[in-house]
């Protein structure tokens, strides 16, 4: 039973970036795909205690391609 974290901090639009892989994690049977929306405009949600709670639920974590820079700034 997949939960997938989705990290899409990478992307130049990470919220569309997220919903595309969600929705294909979902097809391929995931019971649950989530959205972690820790951006490089918004590091500060790596704190979120409701967020990580909810990271700590995924039983795997997703990072979508793009600018791998935006990873190491974030």
Do not use: C, H, K
Request: proline share 4%.
């Amino acid at each position: 039973m997949a939960r997938i974290g989705v990290v899409t901090a990478a992307s130049a639009d990470p919220a569309s970036s997220a919903d595309d892989y969600i929705q294909l994690f979902l097809a391929a049977g995931a019971v649950e795909a989530v959205w972690i929306p820790i951006t490089v405009d918004n590091p500060e949600l790596a704190y979120d205690d409701e967020l990580v709670d909810t990271t700590l639920t995924m039983t795997g974590i997703f990072f979508g391609g793009g600018d791998q820079l935006r990873l190491v700034q974030t």
